[in-house]
């Protein structure tokens, strides 16, 4: 897997075109201004459809905003104009997300989504259905999942140096949701980012046939009915490795960190690689959990983890 996604470069070369005239535009008559025109909207969706099946960069204001979008076509930067001033809160469309995108691709900077909560308990700030995601500098906080994709091979996500906090519920008909929930994709990467406060569920669910999930924090010592840190249920390939890990006291099941392979196997998961890790319990706490536990019978290679009394490396299931 390529560790420099295409949308990064893509979004470098459009902002080293434009004229600096252009980078510096500021709203004149909204929030949500296009860059490549310097043309301003009062609303998100409105920036969006302006769009249309292009390329370009929408620059949003600092503020609070109770709005939500779908993006149906083209390639999309949803770019705050000072990384962390920006949230969309407590709004979903089509009563799925904040951003609902099946465009070509999109890249969000320096956003927060809170507060997502819909009825069938899949809230989430960003649900993707199509295209290729990066996701960098975001938040997302106290809604019912992070990030929602659908199951399709061409789709890429990659996120980085982003908080997932006060996420997940398992109180709803439709299963349980999750901090980051993944579908049967090509490929995730999750780097340099923090798991925290989960509400129930798994911290990072994903299907896709190939994982790297490297450098990132899962602290699960104020989780509430809590289950895996990480759940492969379909089989996966790639690395985990240079992660952090500590297991909190409210779990619904702490049978074990990581899950491999729990439910259909769709891809192979012969060589995936488990390494240099660390895992913990939260202090004063005593019990017996796996760091992997594993369905499917095939080789993965651990080594150099580094896990606390009671923590047994790898279980078979």
């Not at 969706?45 to 949003?60: E, K």
């Not at 994709?149 to 996500?157: F, H």
């Not at 980051?180 to 406060?197: K, Q």
Request: proline residues 3%; charged residues 20%.
């Amino acid at each position: 897997m390529t560790r420099t996604p295409a949308l990064a470069l893509l979004a470098l070369s459009a902002a080293c075109a434009l004229p600096a005239a252009v980078l510096l535009a500021q709203p004149a008559s909204g929030a949500f201004t296009v860059a490549e025109t310097g043309r301003s909207y009062a609303s998100l969706q409105a920036a969006v459809d302006a769009v249309g099946n292009a390329r370009a960069t929408i620059r949003i204001a600092p503020g609070t905003y109770r709005q939500c979008a779908v993006q149906e076509e083209g390639v999309i930067i949803y770019e705050a104009a000072e990384p962390g001033t920006v949230t969309l809160a407590g709004r979903a469309c089509e009563g799925k997300a904040a951003l609902v995108l099946r465009g070509t691709g999109a890249e969000i900077r320096g956003l927060t989504f809170s507060n997502i909560n819909v009825e069938d308990g899949n809230g989430a700030g960003i649900r993707l259905e199509a295209g290729a995601l990066n996701v960098a500098y975001a938040r997302f906080e106290n809604s019912q999942q992070g990030i929602l994709t659908a199951a399709d091979p061409s789709i890429r996500v990659y996120v980085t140096r982003s908080t997932f906090t006060g996420l997940g519920t398992c109180e709803n008909d439709a299963g349980c949701a999750h901090s980051l929930y993944i579908g049967d994709i090509g490929s995730l990467t999750v780097r340099e980012s923090r798991f925290e406060r989960g509400t129930g569920g798994h911290y990072l669910k994903a299907r896709a046939a190939e994982v790297v999930i490297e450098g990132n924090s899962f602290d699960d010592a104020g989780g509430r009915t809590t289950n895996y840190m990480i759940d492969l249920p379909a089989g996966s390939v790639g690395r985990i490795a240079d992660n952090w890990f500590v297991q909190g006291r409210d779990k619904e099941n702490y049978s074990a960190f990581i899950a491999l392979g729990a439910e259909d196997l769709l891809h192979p998961s012969d060589g995936l690689r488990i390494e240099n890790n660390e895992a913990r319990f939260v202090p004063g706490l005593s019990r017996q959990s796996a760091f992997l536990a594993d369905w499917t019978g095939e080789k993965i290679l651990m080594q150099g983890n580094k896990l606390a009394a009671g923590i047994k490396q790898y279980e078979a299931r």
